[in-house]
């Protein structure tokens, strides 16, 4: 068996956030991995841009998801990339986002994806 | 390398495409439950773009088997059983799965 | 090689949660080692004891409980996932005064921190959902 301590996590979320419990799932496991100190990047990849929108203001009884990422950094999540299309597609503005997201070209996401041990889909 | 693991018909969604724009060159796609539709004529025009790409194509047999679909005919694909879903994961680094 | 499963789906109405099962005993046949399954969100509703299957139908949470006692594979369901869905041990039951106990003999309730050992001790991480 491996003794290998740590593996690159990537974990990849392709939800919207409030229509099903996906994107809260993708938060909690990339939090979860850096909690137990595995080097983790959190990616929001197409539909999944949504949940980095800005201004969101979720019912009470409901997860604020926006608040909720701005504690990534405190877990230790320290790299969030955003797909740079979707997020053009989708008529988001970087600067208005809940969480400055590092924009990422296709070029990027094929780096990100060819260089974690794990990918973690949700 | 990558294996992409797709389950979701592209009619149904955006996992093919979100896949095709992170498969890299010496990367295998296998198409797996609804993934097989992506067998369709109409849909073609992706696979040809992947196989262009240089990522390597299959198609689990069983599901294609269920849904209608003559994978044996199809140029290029590769038809696998459940071992070989298994090998496909052994020969690759790390697996993504897209649903 | 090791392998560990990630599985995000519910065994019934769900393609992947098939495949998922068909995908561990194969590679079991195969000589291979897997380490953990762990059932995360719907997933978790693999773990019920307390689901009934047509005949003629695969009952998939009595199929893993098989599997996990014949080859000693460790099958996990996240705990916060399956408390909000009503799968319960013995313990959460006595503790929160329930009148059942639905956790399926074979499974056991933790925390994503077995999701992270299974990532660091296996050689391949299969993830199934859809």
């Known amino acids: 068996m491996s003794t290998q301590r740590t593996r690159s996590v990537l974990v990849v979320c392709r939800s919207a956030p409030y229509g099903r419990s996906r994107a809260r799932d993708a938060i909690d496991l990339a939090m979860a991995f850096a909690a137990f100190e595995q080097p983790v990047t959190l990616l929001f990849l197409g ?31 320290g790299q ?10 989708r008529g988001l503005a970087v ?15 094929r780096e990100l994806f ?3 041990d794990r990918v973690i889909t949700v | 390398m990558t294996l ?3 389950f979701e018909s592209p009619f149904a969604g955006h996992a093919l495409e979100e896949c095709r724009r992170v498969a890299g060159a010496g990367d295998a796609l296998l198409l797996a439950g609804d993934g097989v539709y992506a067998l369709a004529d109409t849909a073609a025009d992706a696979l040809h773009a992947l196989r262009a790409d240089g990522i390597a194509l299959f198609a ?14 199809v140029p290029g694909l590769g038809a696998v059983d459940y071992g070989g879903f298994v090998e496909l994961t ?5 697996s993504v799965s897209w649903f | 090689m090791i392998f560990a499963l990630l599985v995000h789906d519910a065994p019934v109405g769900r393609h992947s949660s098939q495949a998922a099962y068909r995908f561990a005993s194969e590679l079991l046949a195969g000589g291979h080692t897997l380490f953990r399954v762990f059932f995360f969100g719907d997933g978790v509703h693999h773990s019920t004891r307390l689901n009934l299957t047509p ?19 460790d099958l996990v369901s996240c705990v916060g996932s399956a408390l909000r869905r009503g799968i319960v041990d013995e313990a959460q039951a006595r503790q929160h005064a329930l009148e059942a106990v639905s956790l399926r003999d074979g499974f056991e309730l933790s925390g994503l921190g077995q999701l992270v050992e299974a990532s660091i001790r296996c050689d391949r991480l299969v993830v199934f959902g859809g």
């Open chain 1, 47 to 77: 539909e999944g841009v949504f949940t980095l929108a800005g201004g969101q203001q979720p019912p009470a009884g409901t997860r604020h998801l926006g608040k909720l990422l701005g504690t990534l950094a405190d877990y230790g999540v």
């Open chain 1, 80 to 89: 969030v990339f955003a797909d740079a299309a979707a997020l053009a597609e």
């Open chain 1, 95 to 109: 600067r208005e986002l809940a969480l400055a997201a590092e924009p990422a070209h296709d070029d990027t996401l």
């Open chain 1, 114 to 116: 060819a260089t974690h």
């Open chain 2, 4 to 6: 992409h693991i797709l």
């Open chain 2, 60 to 73: 689990l047999a069983e599901d294609c088997a269920a849904r209608g679909i003559a994978s044996a005919e």
């Open chain 2, 90 to 94: 052994l020969a690759h680094e790390r």
């Open chain 3, 55 to 73: 005949g003629n139908e695969t009952d998939l949470p009595q199929r893993w409980s098989r599997l996990a006692a014949e080859h000693g594979v």
